[in-house]
């Protein structure tokens, strides 16, 4: 899928979820969307590898994961497919099919940073869920502090 793309779902799926209405009255399916990986930062390089996850009780077609730093990215970035640069700080990647109770595809981010900082810190989250309701966020919310030791902090 081309970056353009990745963007026209994202905000598409803005767009819908923007009409739902007041909280709670969204009657999407249900699903658990949930984030498991590992963040690395060695040589002002950050290297994030996850797999999205879905424990249910419905599938979903497709998300897409934010990953959020504290420090700029570089102004080049070379993004694995189904990924697009949202911001000086921000990437957003599309997870694929989340089946009930299964995995999406593997994302893999060698992210280059502006300054080379002792430490990142990354916020990964669910930033559109294909309209399903996930009353489980705590598993697709993430707070990872990773110093720059090249040692590999699991989420």
């Known amino acids: 899928m081309r970056r353009g793309a990745v963007r026209s779902v994202v905000v598409a799926g803005l767009l819908v979820l923007g009409g739902a209405g007041p909280a709670g009255a969204w009657a999407g399916p249900e ?17 994030v590898w996850m797999v999205p996850q879905n424990e249910g009780p419905s599938g979903v077609p497709n998300a897409t994961v934010r990953v959020r730093l504290s420090v700029d990215l570089a102004d080049h970035q070379e993004l694995a497919e189904g990924c697009a640069r949202a911001g000086q700080r ?11 109770h299964g995995r999406g595809r593997h994302i893999g981010l060698s992210l280059g940073l ?12 669910t930033w559109w869920n294909g309209g399903a309701t996930d009353r489980n966020s705590g598993n ?16």
């Open 140 to 155: 697709n919310e993430h707070v990872v502090l990773a110093l720059d030791t090249g040692d590999a902090y699991a989420f």
């Open 31 to 47: 699903a658990d969307v949930a984030y498991h990986g590992r963040v690395s930062l060695a040589h002002g390089r950050l290297k």
């Open 90 to 100: 921000e990437v957003v990647c599309e997870t694929g099919e989340l089946p009930e």
């Open 114 to 125: 502006r300054e080379r900082p002792a430490e990142v810190v990354v916020r990964i989250d």
